[in-house]
């Protein structure tokens, strides 16, 4: 079956503009989450979404970054007046159910380059 | 200091050798996770471990909860194993992630 897909796999863009981008999970997975891998540095955790139950946000950096899901599906992660400081891999992961019991599957992720 | 701590940072081996890489954490959690990533960027899930063993082919992860340490174990290494492999915790709904080890193993 499918995996994870997200969209664009490459993004440019100059700074200060806004870019969206977008992850299909697997379907039927009802945990979502965003990742950020930066040149040099780690993984690190951006958004989880839960079904229907408010998103955890703590992850994200700044309030330029946002996300949203909508239909339990689909998600956009939305990253307002992008700073060069933002150019890094965005990876989306989906999993079945509880965030601590299941195997998280991980999309190709988008790079993002901010000139 | 980070919540969690890898060993080694790099490592060589030669084919066929038995590869160990080490990973520490400093808080209570749920669970921990062994990931791969391959150049280019795609990440598997290896191993989701919250108490003893777990094996997969020729991986075999551990855990220790009362030490706070979880072991990845290679055996028969294949330069396919080259990657980078990557320790995460749990804690509540999120993963945190070490720094990863860079695994190449030559033929």
């Known amino acids: 079956g499918a995996g994870v897909s997200q969209s664009p796999s490459n993004k440019v863009t100059e700074k200060g503009k806004d870019v969206e981008l977008r992850c299909d999970p697997i379907s039927g997975h009802t945990a979502l989450y965003w990742y950020r891998q930066s040149l040099g540095q780690g993984l690190e955790f951006l958004i989880y979404f839960q079904g229907n139950s408010a998103p955890d946000k703590s992850g994200l950096p700044s309030d330029r970054f946002s996300a949203e899901r909508t239909g339990g599906s689909v998600s956009t992660l939305t990253i307002q007046r992008t700073q060069q400081e933002d150019s890094a891999v965005y990876l989306c992961?989906?999993?079945?159910?509880?965030?601590?019991?299941?195997?998280?599957?991980f999309g190709p992720g988008t790079r993002l380059t901010v000139l | 200091k980070n919540e969690v701590e890898q060993s080694p940072q790099n490592l060589t081996a030669q084919e066929g050798e038995f590869i160990t890489i080490n990973c520490s954490y400093s808080v209570g959690i749920s669970a921990l996770h062994w990931l791969q990533q391959h150049p280019g960027g795609g990440i598997v899930s290896l191993f989701m471990l919250s108490s003893g063993k777990k094996k997969h082919g020729r991986l075999i992860a551990t855990i220790n909860i009362q030490e706070k340490h979880s072991s990845l174990h290679i055996t028969a290494s294949h330069p396919r194993d080259s990657a980078v492999y990557i320790c995460a915790v749990m804690r509540g709904n999120k993963l945190v992630f070490g720094a990863g080890t860079i695994l190449r193993v030559k033929s």
């Open positions: 992961a989906s999993s079945i159910g509880l965030a601590y019991t299941d195997t998280q599957y």
